[in-house]
């Protein structure tokens, strides 16, 4: 047999083998869903994630005709919620909602038995949150330069608050420690709420957090003094608060949520969720629900969230780095 004759038996093999591929994931795709779908979110329930799949959880079972159950995975911070997605069926019935930090985890722990963009297929980054520097109003600062004049005074007698010792309000504040060079003293606590109770109470002075309407309550109540919001432009629904890049020129974060699928889940699947959120995320009313829980709908490609993940490492790796910041 001549070297043409395996040549073009070789391509022909492979494009037998791709035809099949795509009919396989095309036939997957007009009967799915064909059961009930999993919706697991590795943090506990009435966070910023878990709001997010339960907002959607409804009309995506309305629209494409089976239940989609929200499930909260919390155990070790949500690294074994998260691994039991990436390893289950890539047939579109077990889905990931899940947040920021879910980028930086290689980083975080020594032993991940999962990568980010490995082991997940990304369906859409569903939208991202404004967040915002919190003082103690006993500071008596009403501005980001005065908190800096006063926190470069006071050095570690200041505590900064977060809600774990890897969680995006401890590494945007790392962040803003090195822009705005300052050291205040981190005290991390096991989840937002406590976290925001210790800043109430003034256990802690200062502290990021995402913006929600909890927070804007504690604020109009006087519980709380917001300084800056850490997006380049400011919050439509407070447009008197200014931003972080007023004062440090391009200083900007975002955190996010998006819902994801194990990787090897056919294209055809993720093409029928993607269609599917970006039809319940444009209906009525969506985008002030959203508002209300602080987030502004994003609604993107798989391929901008894939980007979304790399410049996140790209950034935060060497603030983890350099911080020497771990988890075990």
């Not at 001549?2 to 791709?18: P, Q």
């Not at 919001?229 to 998006?258: C, D, F, K, N, Q």
């Amino acid at each position: 047999m001549s070297l043409g004759c395996i040549s073009r038996s070789v391509l022909l093999t492979l494009v037998t083998m791709a035809a099949t591929h795509l009919w396989a994931g095309e036939v997957a795709a007009q009967g799915y869903p064909s059961k009930t779908v999993r919706i697991v979110v590795p943090s506990s329930p009435g966070g910023g994630s878990d709001l997010v799949a339960r907002t959607l959880a409804a009309p995506l079972a309305e629209m494409l005709g089976q239940p989609f159950i929200v499930e909260n995975r919390v155990a070790s911070g949500g690294i074994v919620g998260t691994q039991q997605v990436a390893q289950s069926a890539p047939d579109g019935h077990t889905l990931l909602v899940t947040f920021d930090t879910f980028a930086l985890n290689p980083f975080l722990f020594r032993n991940l038995q999962w990568d980010p963009i490995r082991d997940f297929a990304p369906v859409m980054q569903v939208c991202r949150y404004r967040q915002v520097l919190l003082v103690q109003p006993s500071l008596g600062v009403r501005t980001v330069k005065e908190f800096v004049t006063l926190a470069r005074q006071k050095g570690a007698a200041l505590n900064f608050g977060s809600a774990g010792p890897a969680s995006s309000s401890r590494l945007v504040y790392e962040l803003f420690k090195d822009v705005a060079g300052i050291e205040t003293v981190g005290v991390h606590y096991r989840g937002g709420g406590p976290a925001m109770q210790a800043l109430i109470s003034g256990q802690v002075q200062v502290m990021f957090v995402q913006f929600s309407g909890t927070i804007d309550q504690n604020i109009k109540a006087g519980k709380l003094d917001a300084l800056a919001v850490s997006s380049l432009t400011r919050s439509p629904s407070h447009p008197e608060l200014p931003t972080i890049a007023e004062t440090y020129p391009g200083w900007e974060t975002h955190a996010w949520a998006a819902m994801l699928a194990p990787a090897g889940t056919p294209k055809p699947v993720i093409d029928r969720l993607h269609a599917a959120l970006v039809r319940i995320l444009a209906g009525p009313g969506m985008k002030e629900r959203f508002e209300s829980q602080g987030a502004e709908i994003v609604a993107g490609t798989p391929e901008a969230f894939t980007q979304l993940l790399r410049e996140d490492q790209a950034k935060w790796s060497k603030l983890i780095r350099d911080k020497q910041i771990t988890v075990d």
